[in-house]
């Protein structure tokens, strides 16, 4: 085989590549449909009646602008994942708002621990945060599934991570807008915890979400 014939055999197939769009653009796609979708889960399960008080909460605030910068943060790490030359910071940034939501996670449970006690410290079962944070991020988490399978296979465990972990967060800000549970340690336990819990999941199952792409035989 001459080379004409190599070069010929090799772009039988191919295809024109469709230049891939900056992560912010695509950012600003994902936001554009999971937003409204977890809007319109939250206006189906009803607001709950103590919104008001609660925007005028600087603590319940925080927790939910903490919530949103990491969905915010982790979906662009994500995104960044599937470029090839990106610095390395940027696949961890993520970590910062993390950290940050921990904080103030943990903050709260020391201060109802400090004025209440043990009894402030109550814990019961609440299992509804699974199922509604999972409901929630239901399409934030295949929409990422989606963008990142454009990208670039070369982190994939990073892009999965910080992208379930995007559409659970962003779920679980949604998740309090009508959900009334509001003490620390059942927040961290069951709200927190479900976060965690499909992010592992997502994470766990990435080469079926994100197989690896395989080079085509030569005929």
Not at 37 to 64: H, S
Not at 125 to 132: F, H, I, R, T, V
Request: aromatic share 8%; proline share 6%.
């Amino acid at each position: 085989m001459n080379t004409e014939e190599l070069i010929e055999t090799i772009t039988l197939d191919l295809k024109p590549v469709r230049r891939l769009l900056p992560p912010i653009w695509r950012l600003a796609g994902w936001l554009m449909l999971s937003i409204p979708t977890a809007a319109l889960i939250v206006a189906m399960m009803g607001v709950r009646p103590d919104i008001g008080t609660k925007m005028a909460d600087p603590l319940f605030l925080r927790q939910e602008l903490a919530s949103l910068a990491v969905a915010l943060v982790a979906a662009w790490a994500a995104l960044v994942a599937g470029i090839p030359g990106e610095p390395r910071w940027k696949r961890w940034a993520p970590i910062v708002p993390v950290l940050l939501w921990i904080s103030m996670l943990g903050r709260q449970c020391w201060s109802e621990w400090m004025h209440s006690g043990a009894s402030g410290m109550e814990f019961r079962a609440d299992w509804m945060c699974l199922p509604g944070i999972a409901m929630i991020s239901a399409v934030p988490a295949l929409a990422m599934v989606v963008a990142i399978r454009r990208g670039a296979r070369l982190h994939s465990f990073q892009a999965l991570l910080w992208g379930s972990l995007a559409a659970a967060a962003l779920a679980n800000a949604a998740l309090r807008l009508f959900h009334m549970e509001d003490a620390a340690l059942m927040v961290i336990v069951w709200q927190f915890g479900s976060v965690l819990l499909l992010t592992a999941i997502l994470t766990v199952f990435r080469n079926a979400l994100i197989p690896a792409r395989t080079a085509r035989p030569y005929r």
